[in-house]
């Protein structure tokens, strides 16, 4: 089965609207490193941490590695957060597994 | 830091014909990564390599891909024989490993397109 899986796999939102992203994963992990992704473009990391919690700007990470799951909260999410995420299992800097990430659409 | 480089950004070829791409890790990281991307699977790991040794290729097709590592600085990924289907987004990606701390940071991609 999937060792990661992410939801919603697509996700509506008004702008100033604050957006939850969930992952679950399989099996153990390190940690978990999230990712954004513009169509056609290049992957950016936005948050990567073991369990608890980590924030950068408007991004909230949260991670439960014991009950192998976590989140990212966007708050007052913008046009320009429009894209891809995506949630990746991590082994100390080993190979990532990903998940099918979730396409977020923020409208005016 | 210029961050992971990948060459060429994008690269079309005949069917048959073979398909070199370069990735220059971030300096100092000790693992790089190979992975596909494509509309239908999504991300595929295929390789990596740890201190210029390939450690796991459990993602790679067993025929026509190869990858090396010659020295810190820079890997390639080979494709022989190219076909329609390896028509993807390439990345390359590099951290440092077994630190507490560590994420993996990604090139921008080779598109290849086999025609």
């Known amino acids: 089965g999937q060792q990661v899986q992410q939801s919603p796999a697509s996700l509506v939102l008004q702008e100033g609207e604050n957006a939850e992203l969930q992952c679950n994963f399989s099996?153990?992990?390190?940690?978990l490193q999230w990712f954004y992704q513009r169509p056609g473009g290049s992957l950016v990391s936005l948050l990567s941490?073991?369990?608890g919690t980590k924030h950068t700007g408007r991004l909230t990470s949260t991670t439960v590695t014991k009950e192998r799951r976590g989140s990212l909260h966007i708050s007052s999410s913008q046009i320009t957060d429009s894209g891809t995420y995506l949630c990746?299992?991590?082994?100390?800097?080993?190979?990532?597994?990903f998940g099918g990430g979730t396409r977020l659409t923020v409208r005016p | 830091n210029a961050g992971v480089i990948q060459t060429p950004r994008h690269k079309v070829t005949g069917k048959g014909q073979e398909a070199t791409l370069w990735c220059e890790p971030i300096?100092?990281?000790?693992?790089v990564f190979w992975y596909r991307q494509t509309i239908v699977q999504g991300l595929e790991f295929l390789t990596y390599?740890?201190?210029?040794?390939?450690?796991?290729d459990s993602g790679m097709p067993k025929e026509r891909f190869s990858a090396q590592m010659p020295n810190q600085s820079h890997s390639t990924l080979k494709i022989q024989s190219t076909q329609p289907q390896d028509s993807a987004v390439y990345l390359c990606?590099?951290?440092?490993?077994?630190?507490?701390?560590?994420?993996?940071?990604f090139g921008k991609g080779t598109r290849l397109t086999v025609v």
């Open positions: 990606a590099s951290s440092f490993l077994g630190t507490a701390n560590t994420e993996v940071f």
């Open positions: 099996s153990t992990a390190t940690r």
């Open positions: 941490n073991p369990s």
């Open positions: 990746a299992r991590n082994n100390a800097g080993a190979k990532l597994t």
């Open positions: 300096s100092g990281h000790s693992a």
């Open positions: 390599f740890r201190n210029q040794a390939p450690i796991d």
